[in-house]
C-alpha cells in the first residue's frame, strides 16, 4: 500500500533547539508537501517541491527550511523552535486519487 | 480571493441523522474539490472529491453537492454514525500554473455524532 511515513510521531523540542522532522513516501511521486497544523485550525502550507524546485509560500517564516535529499525523502528543519511553533506538521505528497496524501504528522512540543 | 469559507464550526447530530457542511470560495480557478476528516492525532485523510463539472457525487453514505455558479459546495454524510464524529475539512485546488495542486482548506467542522 502507498504510505507516507513520518517520523517520529511525537517530537518535544527545547525552545530555541533547532530540530529535524522527517517524512518518507512510497508513491514515488514528485510533489511534496509540508503542512503546518495548529490546535483546532486547518493545516497550512509551508513549502512544496516539485522534484528538487523549492517553492516557499510567502508568509511562512524564515525559521523554516527544508531539503529534499532524493524522490522518497523529505525533512522540514526548524532552525530555532518558539513557542508558537508548537503543532502537528503534515507531510503529504499526491496520490493516484487526491492531490494530497497525508502522512499521520509528527506532533512538536517545545518546551 | 484564495479563501475558502466553511460553517458550521461545530456540528451535534443524533445516530441516523444527515449531516450537512457547506463550503463556500470566490476563485472561479479552483478546479477541485476534496473533503478530508481527521481523527484526533491522526492525519487528514481523503474522504471523498469533486470537480467542477459534475453537479453530485455519491460514496456509500457520503455526497458532495456542487453549485458552480453559487461557488458553494456541500458534504452531506447520511445516516449518520458515532464514528463519524471527527473534524471535516474542505479544501479547494487552483488549477495549472505553479499550484502543483496546492490546496486552500476551509477552516472545519468538528462533527459529533451522538448514540
Known amino acids: 500500500d502507498a504510505m507516507v511515513i513520518q517520523n517520529p510521531r511525537y517530537q518535544v523540542t527545547q525552545f530555541g533547539k533547532p530540530v529535524t522532522l522527517s517524512c518518507s513516501q512510497t508513491?514515488?511521486?514528485?510533489?511534496m508537501y509540508w503542512y503546518q497544523q495548529k490546535s483546532s485550525q486547518a493545516p497550512k502550507l509551508l513549502f512544496h517541491?516539485?522534484?528538487?524546485?523549492?517553492?516557499n509560500e510567502a508568509d511562512t517564516p524564515d525559521n523554516f527550511q527544508s531539503r529534499r535529499p532524493n524522490t522518497s525523502f523529505c525533512f522540514l528543519d526548524i532552525r530555532s523552535p518558539g513557542l508558537g511553533d508548537a503543532a502537528m506538521y503534515l507531510c503529504?505528497?499526491?496520490?493516484?486519487?487526491?492531490?494530497?496524501?497525508f502522512g499521520q504528522g509528527t506532533r512538536l512540543t517545545v518546551v | 480571493q484564495q479563501q475558502v469559507k466553511q460553517s458550521p464550526q461545530s456540528l451535534i447530530v443524533q445516530k441516523g441523522g444527515i449531516s450537512i457542511i457547506n463550503c463556500a470560495y470566490e476563485n472561479t480557478a479552483f478546479d477541485y474539490f476534496p473533503w478530508y476528516q481527521q481523527f484526533p492525532g491522526k492525519g487528514p485523510a481523503l474522504l471523498i472529491a469533486i470537480r467542477p463539472d459534475v453537479s453530485e457525487k455519491k460514496e456509500g453514505r457520503f455526497t458532495i453537492s456542487f453549485n458552480k455558479s453559487a461557488k458553494q459546495f456541500s458534504l452531506h454524510i447520511m445516516d449518520s454514525q458515532p464514528g463519524d464524529s471527527a473534524t471535516y475539512f474542505c479544501?479547494?485546488?487552483?488549477?495549472?500554473?505553479?499550484?502543483?495542486?496546492?490546496?486552500?482548506f476551509g477552516q472545519g467542522t468538528i462533527l459529533t455524532v451522538h448514540p
Open positions: 508513491l514515488n511521486h514528485n510533489v
Open positions: 503529504a505528497t499526491k496520490g493516484a486519487n487526491t492531490e494530497a496524501f
Open positions: 479544501a479547494a485546488k487552483q488549477a495549472g500554473g505553479t499550484s502543483y495542486g496546492k490546496l486552500t
Open positions: 517541491y516539485y522534484d528538487k524546485d523549492f517553492n
